[in-house]
């Protein structure tokens, strides 16, 4: 196994210490007082159920209308997309893989050997998926077909008939589609139904990390089929086993509570939405909208992308997340997610640097 650098979370890393970065795609970070709840002082450390807590996955089911026995309880869904590429992709299988794309998607299944296949979609067709030339790739033997819906990080969604022509591409190609739901409910009314809806073939993957902002809970899960579950099972025996019963139990309080937090993403993600589109209007070198959904846009820059993100950050210590990590250069991703203060901020620098170079 060869897996390619991670250069967005090692970017990160890099500018850490940075004033303001406005490219996050998660929900602003939760805190423990927020519950208003203590752990069980009898919680035993020691042992947990390997599949995750039957309350937490009671839970999770109910947020894909599925049973609780096609749920398994992961290390964030990094483990989920871990455990599904090295359970059913080997070596030299063919994977397909949308583009733009959070890189983990399309980088897992390289390292663990497939021959990938990007499909790019197409800023001036409003990021269309081409399900015929889907149809056409996935020939007679692609083994996996990887979305994000929401996309990261273009925040386009796929649709119910989108999901039931891919589970029929699925069928025809005796393949599996995984689609990483990690922002999925963040279209709030409009949100797309689960692929765990379609079907034996589909895979859906998701997380507390965004919609929450809990991302060091380090929970995630895997909704799919009882005979796949066990297979990814029995991978995870060998990466985490059972996971932590402390981020467990607290990921149950985040989805007891979830149309709390639904409502609280909404709430700063429309003061965000409505700064970034004021913004954008007043930026002639950007182009492309502010999605209606999620917690990401996508912006093309008549500016090289490389330049302008370093310039911003040298100049102004402000970080935005260049198009290269998901595969499309001359465009970069910033995160509505965040303090409107600091987005307010981060776009006035954008500007300022913007009006100087072009
Ligand atoms: C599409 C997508 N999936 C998964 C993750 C990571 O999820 P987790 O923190 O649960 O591992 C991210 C984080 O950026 C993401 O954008």
Sequence with gaps: MEFP?????????????????????????????????????????????????????RLIARRHRASPNRVLVTTGATEGNFLVNASLVHPRDRVLVDIPIYSPLRDVPRGVGAKVVEIPRECKDGWRLD????????????????????????????????????????????????????????????????AAEFGPRMIALSTVTKVCGLGTLRVGWIVGAPDLLERFAGLKDYTTGGGSIVSQTIASWALGRWDFFLRRAKRILDANRKIATDALRDLPALQGDVPVGGSVLFPHSTVHVGKLASRLLKQYGTVIAEGRFFGVPDHFRLGLGGEPRDLRMGLANLRRLLRAVS
């Design 5 to 57: 650098p991670f250069e967005h979370l090692l970017y990160y890393e890099r500018v850490h210490g940075a004033r303001l970065n406005i490219s996050f795609s998660n929900i602003r970070e939760f805190r423990l007082d927020g519950f208003g709840r203590s752990l069980p002082k009898d919680l035993d450390l020691n042992w947990t159920f390997r599949n995750g807590t039957p309350e937490l996955r």
């Design 131 to 194: 399900l015929d030339r889907w149809r056409k790739l996935a020939g007679r033997r692609a083994c996996l077909l990887v979305f994000a819906n929401l996309n990261n990080p273009t925040s386009t969604a796929l649709s119910r008939s989108d999901l039931r022509a891919l589970a029929d591409i699925a069928e025809e190609c005796d393949g599996h589609v995984l689609v990483d739901e990690t922002f999925r409910e963040l279209a709030f009314e409009n949100r797309p139904p689960s």
